[in-house]
């Protein structure tokens, strides 16, 4: 199987607009703003998924991460009474520096781990098709009891962040 010039192209596409958006992400003043560009980043990396042919991973991706943790963070943002729409000021120099000086060590670490590892090559022979279905048969059979203990855990914490928030009100 080869990457045609449509795959290339596509990919260069959605890497800029994923590179730009998740600068914006961080460089945006308003958090809300930097909400709605974190669902264009996450967006993208559904776009990968997509690329690569795995569309449950990408339906997965846009689900929980684009729908349910952007809500989060919304939600966040409305029960602790953030300052919303208003900007965050950075006017420490040295915090500037700090933030700088922390993203080059990170991106230099990241640059020789990845530089300097071994990558293995598959060929597409020899992997195995997973289709949705597969994926699905054994999440709801075999690990059906973990799925439901996870939701359950899950819904109890959400229902206590709304009783900590309505006590908070009184």
Known sequence: MEISTVQ????????????????????????????FFLIVTLFCVAGYFILLLA???AAVQILIYVGAVVVLIVFGLILT??????????E????KLGAILVSLIFFGG?????LNEKWPVVSVEKM??????KIADTLFNTYVLPFQVTSVLLLAGLIGAIV???????
């Open 110 to 114: 990241v640059s020789y781990a990845l």
């Open 92 to 95: 420490e120099v040295k915090q």
């Open 8 to 35: 290339l192209v596509a990919f260069g596409i959605v890497t800029a607009i994923m590179l730009i958006s998740a600068l914006l992400v961080v460089t945006a003043r308003n958090i809300v703003h930097a909400v």
């Open 55 to 57: 569309d449950f991973l």
């Open 81 to 90: 009474r953030a300052r919303v729409g208003q900007a965050i000021p950075m």
């Open 164 to 170: 900590l928030a309505m006590r908070e009100e009184k």
């Open 128 to 133: 195995e098709v997973t289709t949705t279905s």
